[in-house]
């Protein structure tokens, strides 16, 4: 066995060694030069020559060059220098095997311990060949693998825990026919541009923030998935070995310079609307290390009001308690001697009510070194007779990271019985700040839950649907990130948050609140520093177009107000949907600048239905809405029914909707948004719309009827009627408010020889009770009759002729003196006239208009007046249409 062993040893290290060439020599076809083995012996060449001479390299392998030889090029012509490197250069794995010879287009390195050990690298031709992503995948049998380096991946998770329209990093996705599994990566606070340049174009960092993220899934039976999902975000400090960082973030560069000076506490009212049951503070104390130290680090004390040993901050008030850390004075418990060796600062406060803590410090800044309050504790629901009394002590720390974990369970169509669910704990770190300590730091740490629940059971012709939910208040997807100097900006939400859950009501490719960004640009719309999306317009997109349906044309005047256009487009009032908020705004057009989680933040309730359906396309709906917010006494608590019928009847070219919404609500919940407005002289823009709180207590009926008829006399109408009842005595500072609409119209397009004419009517009547007793009532009619006349000239040039008269009634009898808003009576008139020349040229659609429009305006006690638009417009297309 001893003989053996050397035997045995030299076999493996002869074989050791042939890998790298064989493997090369597989991979490429022919003996591979580049495989790694060192500069060799040759001892044919060896000679006791004092003359220097060189063996045969580069210049000789590819011109024939000797050192030694005389260079005459009359017969043959001299052969410029190439770059060798023309297919790129040899690379080499970690254990010395021969991968390719090429370019190096990605790389993210990271170096423990090391300073600026964060490095990722993305090669000119990461842009340019590739597009700014790079997929590597595979596949045997069931089992498919898929890794993505890029910018700009569409990523989700879960809806509570991670999904971005445009996430940069590394997604990996495994999946068989059982279990899937996502791991993503990234380094969040800077995932580096495009280098411009073929060498360097490295972007280090020795402090960063890096964000992990893990989903598997599983199949159970046939009908269930069961899902896991792990997020975290941590600072990260190269400088350390490795296992010195922690997934809880570290802190380091300049958010651990210097030393904890000072520290100011502030409480406030967590309810300051409601201007009751402000936050009572009875008491305090401070803990240095564990000991305690209020008589030494006494706080100066401002703000709120004393009462009977209590201090109270009620509605905007605030008391700040502010503690110079340097007054700090060892005492016989003490194992310091000076502040600079606080490892850990602990606050007690005695508190009552419905109260917010906040703390901050000399360490916890913006650009300008102003003090920036973060959020520490919180009191539960909105009490207001101090039975809430309680001793709460927190540590004082700078954030360093965020994780959520969570579990998802998916039920699909078990006799008609769907279920979907999603449990999730989020944690929130912060550390204590001290140049002497880099590892080990103090650790403090929130928590918050976040779970729904939805459950369908459908038996024809019912469904029964009911939807759980409650997401903390302090629940958080954000993470702070550093600059490229390593510093945090606390108050600068746009350059330093990460965001796990992007703000995306429009669902298209841009979040749209305005984040940091280092990644790829494909629209117009984006900017060059911070990403945002500069128009969102949720549910009025039907044709994703990524411009409004109220303005296709992309002007500056909405579609409904446009002549001739007008006609195809209705005002937004005339259109029916669920508002199951009660803030007046139409559910799938609103617009926030919150996460997108399933539902809203600090809010827990049910909503329940139960369905009938009475015939095909004519249903019925019963419900109960219950929802309040977890910190106040607010609720939304609604009743509604809810029915839908369609009918049509095909041979007569008709059709009739009928839809009809009671409900009684109570809800006193603001839900202010902002809601896309095409207002005249821009080209959309997102308004901030504040709830007025008009369905506090109150009976809702929302009717909408729509025709269609398109035999013999083709017309449309629409009616929709709207009104509020208040119910309650009490005084609401809202009124009775109504809102009835009827929308009629109809083309009836003829030829007479060569000639087109399109006639075309419309009608509007609105009259409107708006919810505040200051607001103007209205009620108007408007009148629109128009001639389009088309003549072909030949296949490729038409001239459009039009006129469009308008009358505007207001149908309020004319106050004294007039109030802002109202409209006097007056008419329009338009002419316009259009050449269009459609052609190839260049393989391009070309269309090329000409034309000019004339408006004239004459309003009673207006003078009257007129504008011209003359217009030569040419359109460049892939005649596609």
């Given at each position: 066995m001893r003989r053996r062993a050397p035997i045995l040893l030299g076999c493996l290290a002869i074989l050791?060694?042939?890998?790298?060439?064989?493997?090369?020599?597989?991979?490429?076809?022919?003996?591979?030069?580049?495989?790694?083995?060192?500069?060799?012996?040759?001892?044919?060449?060896?000679?006791?020559?004092?003359?220097?001479?060189?063996?045969?390299?580069?210049?000789?392998?590819?011109?024939?060059w000797r050192q030694e030889t005389y260079s005459n090029y009359a017969r043959d012509n001299y052969q410029r220098y190439n770059n060798v490197f023309l297919e790129g250069s040899p690379f080499y794995d970690v254990y010395g095997n021969y991968i390719t010879q090429g370019w190096q287009i990605y790389d993210w390195t990271e170096d423990y311990p090391s300073n600026n050990g964060s490095s990722i690298t993305k090669n000119p031709r990461f842009r340019s060949w590739f597009n700014n992503i790079l997929i590597s995948s595979s596949h045997a049998g069931q089992f498919h693998s898929s890794l993505m380096v890029g910018d700009g991946i569409r990523a989700t998770l879960t809806p509570l825990t991670f999904s971005k329209p445009r996430f940069d990093g590394v997604q990996w996705d495994i999946q068989t026919d059982k279990y899937a599994l996502t791991l993503l990566s990234s380094r969040i606070n800077n995932t580096a541009?495009?280098?411009?340049?073929?060498?360097?174009?490295?972007?280090?960092?020795?402090?960063?923030?890096?964000?992990?993220g893990a989903r598997g899934q599983a199949q159970i039976g046939d009908f269930a998935r069961l899902g896991v999902t792990f997020v975290n975000a941590a600072h990260r400090n190269t400088e350390l070995p490795f296992g010195d960082n922690s997934l809880s973030g570290l802190l380091s560069g300049p958010m651990n310079t210097d030393f904890v000076r000072s520290v100011v506490v502030r409480v406030t009212d967590d309810s300051p609307e409601d201007g009751e049951g402000g936050a009572l503070l009875s008491r305090w104390r401070i803990f240095i290390n564990g000991v305690e130290h209020t008589d030494d680090i006494s706080p100066t004390v401002e703000g709120g009001v004393r009462r009977r040993g209590v201090i109270e901050a009620s509605g905007t008030d605030a008391i700040t308690l502010t503690y110079n850390i340097e007054d700090f004075s060892p005492s016989v418990d003490d194992e310091i001697t000076d502040f600079r060796e606080i490892e850990l600062i602990e606050v007690g406060l005695v508190l009552a009510n419905d109260y917010r803590v906040e703390v901050t410090s000399n360490k916890q800044t913006n650009n300008l070194g102003t003090p920036v309050y973060l959020p520490v504790l919180r009191a539960s629901g909105n009490v207001?007779?101090?039975?809430?009394?309680?001793?709460?002590?927190?540590?004082?720390?700078?954030?360093?990271?965020?994780?959520?974990?969570?579990?998802?369970?998916?039920?699909?169509?078990?006799?008609?019985?769907?279920?979907?669910?999603?449990?999730?704990?989020?944690?929130?770190?912060?550390?204590?700040?001290?140049?002497?300590?880099?590892?080990?730091?103090?650790?403090?740490?929130?928590?918050?839950?976040?779970?729904?629940?939805?459950?369908?059971?459908?038996?024809?012709?019912?469904?029964?649907?009911?939807?759980?939910?409650?997401?903390?208040?302090?629940?958080?997807?954000?993470?702070?990130?550093?600059?490229?100097?390593?510093?945090?900006?606390?108050?600068?939400?746009n350059r330093h948050l990460y965001e796990f859950v992007d703000d995306n009501d429009d669902q298209d490719e841009l979040p749209d609140w305005s984040r940091l960004y280092f990644g790829s640009r494909v629209n117009t719309r984006q900017g060059t520093g911070l990403l945002a999306d500069n128009a969102v317009f949720p549910g009025i997109d039907e044709n994703n177009d990524d411009i409004s349906d109220f303005n296709r044309n992309f002007n500056s005047q909405p579609d409904y107000t446009e002549p001739f256009i007008r006609f195809d487009v209705d005002p937004p009032e005339f259109l029916f949907g669920m508002d199951m908020n009660s803030n007046g705004v139409i559910d799938r057009f609103e617009d926030d600048n919150e996460a997108d989680y399933p539902y809203k933040r600090g809010r827990r309730g049910y909503n329940t239905y139960a369905g009938l359906e009475i015939r095909p396309e004519f249903n019925l709906m019963f419900g109960r809405l219950d929802q309040r917010l977890l910190r106040t006494d607010r609720e939304n608590q609604s009743t509604y029914m809810l029915l839908t019928a369609k009918h049509e009847i095909p041979e007569q070219e008709f059709s009739i909707s009928v839809i009809t919404h009671p409900r009684k609500i109570k809800d006193?919940?603001?839900?202010?948004?902002?809601?896309?407005?095409?207002?005249?002289?821009?080209?959309?823009?997102?308004?901030?719309?504040?709830?007025?709180?008009?369905?506090?207590?109150?009976?809702?009926?929302?009717?909408?009827?729509?025709?269609?008829?398109?035999?013999?006399?083709?017309?449309?109408?629409?009616?929709?009627?709207?009104?509020?009842?208040q119910l309650g005595d009490e005084d609401t500072g809202v009124r009775d408010q109504s809102f009835f609409g009827v929308m009629t119209k109809g083309e009836y397009p003829f030829d007479i020889e060569r000639f087109t004419l399109l006639p075309r009517w419309k009608q509007l009547y609105s009259s409107r009770t708006p919810p505040v007793v200051s607001t103007l009532k209205t009620q108007e009619l408007t009148e629109i009759l128009s001639l389009q006349v088309i003549r072909p000239?030949?296949?490729?040039?038409?001239?459009?002729?039009?006129?469009?008269?308008?009358?505007?009634?207001?149908?309020?009898?004319?106050p004294d003196p007039l109030p802002s808003g109202y409209l006097l009576d007056g008419n329009t008139w338009i002419l316009a006239g259009q050449v269009a020349n459609r052609s190839a040229y260049l393989g391009y659609d070309l269309t090329t208009n000409v034309g000019v429009r004339w408006i004239r305006r004459d309003f009673d006690a207006s003078p009257a007046s007129s504008e011209l638009l003359s217009f030569i417009t040419v359109f460049a297309g892939l005649g596609t249409d």
């Open positions: 050791l060694q042939s890998v790298p060439q064989a493997g090369a020599q597989r991979a490429t076809g022919f003996e591979n030069p580049y495989y790694t083995s060192g500069t060799t012996v040759a001892p044919a060449t060896l000679v006791p020559s004092v003359r220097k001479w060189y063996l045969p390299q580069r210049l000789y392998t590819l011109y024939d541009e495009v280098s411009d340049t073929e060498l360097g174009g490295a972007v280090p960092f020795g402090t960063f923030t890096n964000m992990y207001q007779d101090g039975s809430n009394q309680a001793f709460h002590k927190f540590r004082y720390g700078l954030p360093t990271g965020n994780r959520v974990v969570g579990f998802d369970l998916q039920i699909t169509d078990v006799g008609g019985f769907e279920l979907r669910g999603e449990y999730v704990r989020n944690f929130q770190y912060r550390r204590f700040p001290n140049e002497n300590i880099t590892k080990g730091q103090a650790l403090a740490t929130n928590k918050a839950d976040a779970f729904y629940l939805t459950a369908q059971q459908r038996a024809y012709p019912w469904t029964i649907f009911a939807e759980a939910f409650s997401i903390d208040t302090d629940y958080s997807t954000s993470a702070f990130i550093p600059n490229s100097e390593g510093e945090v900006f606390y108050d600068n939400e006193d919940i603001p839900d202010d948004v902002l809601l896309w407005t095409e207002q005249p002289g821009t080209r959309g823009l997102a308004v901030f719309t504040r709830d007025p709180l008009a369905a506090q207590d109150v009976f809702v009926n929302t009717s909408y009827l729509e025709v269609h008829y398109d035999r013999y006399l083709p017309f449309t109408a629409k009616v929709k009627h709207e009104f509020y009842n000239v030949n296949k490729n040039i038409a001239f459009i002729a039009g006129a469009e008269y308008e009358i505007f009634s207001n149908l309020r009898e004319k």
